[in-house]
C-alpha cells in the first residue's frame, strides 16, 4: 500500500509542478515545494518496527519495547534530517555556450547554501543523462556544478525538469523537489561530415594582379590549412623547401579573399538540414582560414566579415532558419 502510494506521488508531483510552468529565475526550496517518502529500506525498517513491536507485546519484553521505541525515534528524526538536507537551498539556473546538434551543452547550475550547516549527499538527476550527481555543500557555499544535456535538433532547447532528491544520513526516507529553469540553449546545425570543398573567393583570382582587399601587399608563406585556394599554393617554396608540405602565400589583407556563402547556390537534391548542415561547415571553415564571408540564407543576407562574433552572428541565422 505505501509503495502504490510512492509511485502515485511519483507520478502526479511532476504534473503539479509542469502545470505551474518553468521557474523564472531563483527557487528557493521551502516546505511546500518539497516531498518525502519512505524508500524501500524504509518501508522495511518499518515492517520489522511493528514485528518487533508485537513479538514485544506478545512476550512483555521491557527491553523490547524500549529498543522498539528507540528504532521508532531514530527512525522519526531521521525523517526530519532527510527533510532538512534540502530546506532551504536556493537554485540558479546559469547559461549554456551554443552547441551544435549531437553535441553536448553543458548548463551551469548553482546550489547556493545559505543556511549555517551542510548539505550531504544531494543527488541531481537530470533527463538523458545516465547517472545523477551527487553534491555536497558546505555551509554558506555557493555550490557550482555542470550538467550535460543531450542535443539532437538545432533551435533554441529548453532546459528539461530536473530532479534533487536527497536519502541521507541513513537511507530510510527520501525527501524530493522539481526544478524546472527557465533557460534556453541555442542549437547550431550539425556540421557536415566530410567537409565539402569551400566556394572560390571572389578576390582570389586577382590577387596577384594587386587588385582585392588588402591583398597588394604580399605578407608571408604559411602552411596550407583546410579551405585555402589551391590559387595561392606557393610552387617556388615548395620546391625550394624540398618537402612534401603544402605551403600557401599570404597577403597583407590577412583574408586570402571574400567569398558570399549561399542558400540558393547549393543542389537542390539536397535536404534543407544538409543545406543547413553545409553552410554551417563552411561558416566555420572560412572562419578558420581568416577569409571575409557573408551569409545569403533565402530573405536574410549578413553581409562580409570575419571574427568570432561575425560566424557566431552567422551560426545563429542558420540554427534558427525557417526552411
Same mark, same amino acid.
Given at each position: ?13 511532476? !504534473? ?7 521557474? =523564472? ?11 518525502? &517518502?519512505?524508500?524501500?529500506? $524504509?518501508?522495511?525498517?518499518? !515492517? &520489522? ?22 528504532? %521508532? /525515534? ?8 532527510? @527533510? ?22 553543458? &548548463? /551551469? ?61 541513513? /537511507?530510510?526516507?527520501?525527501? @524530493? ?44 608563406? #604559411? ?8 590559387? #595561392? ?8 623547401? /624540398? #618537402?612534401? =608540405? ?7 589583407? $590577412? ?7 549561399? @542558400? ?5 537534391? &539536397?535536404?534543407?538540414? =544538409? ?18 564571408? $557573408? ?6 543576407? %549578413? =553581409? ?20
Amino acid at each position: 500500500m505505501l509503495a502504490a502510494a510512492m509511485n502515485w506521488v511519483e507520478r502526479i508531483a511532476p !504534473v503539479i509542478r509542469i502545470a505551474r510552468g518553468p521557474h =523564472d529565475g531563483d527557487l528557493r526550496l521551502d516546505r511546500r515545494k518539497i516531498f518525502i &517518502l519512505p524508500t524501500r529500506a $524504509g518501508l522495511m525498517f518499518g !515492517v &520489522l518496527l511493528i514485528v518487533m513491536l508485537l513479538t514485544s507485546v506478545n512476550y512483555a519484553l521491557s527491553l523490547g519495547y524500549a529498543l522498539t521505541f528507540l528504532l %521508532i /525515534g531514530v527512525g522519526l528524526v531521521s525523517m526530519l534530517h532527510t @527533510w532538512r538536507n534540502l530546506l532551504g537551498l536556493t537554485l540558479r539556473a546559469g547559461r549554456a555556450e551554443p552547441v551544435h546538434a549531437g553535441e553536448l551543452a553543458e &548548463l /551551469g547550475l548553482t546550489l547556493q547554501n545559505s543556511r549555517g550547516r551542510a548539505r550531504y549527499a544531494i543527488e541531481l538527476t537530470v533527463p538523458g543523462n545516465a547517472q545523477s550527481t551527487l553534491i555536497d555543500i558546505a555551509p554558506g557555499v555557493d555550490q557550482l556544478i555542470s550538467v550535460a544535456l543531450p542535443t539532437h535538433r538545432r533551435g533554441w532547447q529548453t532546459a528539461p525538469r530536473m530532479r534533487l532528491s536527497s536519502r541521507w544520513p541513513l /537511507g530510510l526516507w527520501q525527501a @524530493w523537489a522539481w526544478w524546472h529553469p527557465q533557460v534556453r540553449m541555442l542549437v547550431l546545425p550539425q556540421l557536415e561530415t566530410p567537409a565539402a570543398p569551400l566556394p572560390e573567393s571572389s578576390s582570389i583570382g586577382n590577387e596577384f594582379n594587386g587588385r582585392g582587399r588588402g591583398e597588394d601587399d604580399f605578407s608571408a608563406i #604559411r602552411a596550407f590549412r583546410d579551405g585555402d585556394s589551391t590559387r #595561392r599554393l606557393a610552387w617556388k617554396a615548395m620546391a625550394r623547401s /624540398g #618537402r612534401d =608540405d603544402l605551403l600557401v602565400l599570404e597577403f597583407e589583407g $590577412g583574408g586570402g579573399g571574400q567569398m558570399w556563402l549561399e @542558400w540558393s547556390a547549393l543542389s537542390a537534391s &539536397l535536404s534543407p538540414e =544538409d543545406r543547413l548542415s553545409r553552410l554551417a561547415r563552411w561558416v566555420v571553415d572560412a572562419e578558420s582560414a581568416g577569409l571575409s564571408y $557573408g551569409l545569403r540564407l533565402n530573405s536574410l543576407t %549578413i =553581409d562580409r566579415a570575419s571574427g568570432a562574433s561575425h560566424q557566431a552572428e552567422c551560426l545563429q541565422a542558420l540554427a534558427l532558419a525557417q526552411v
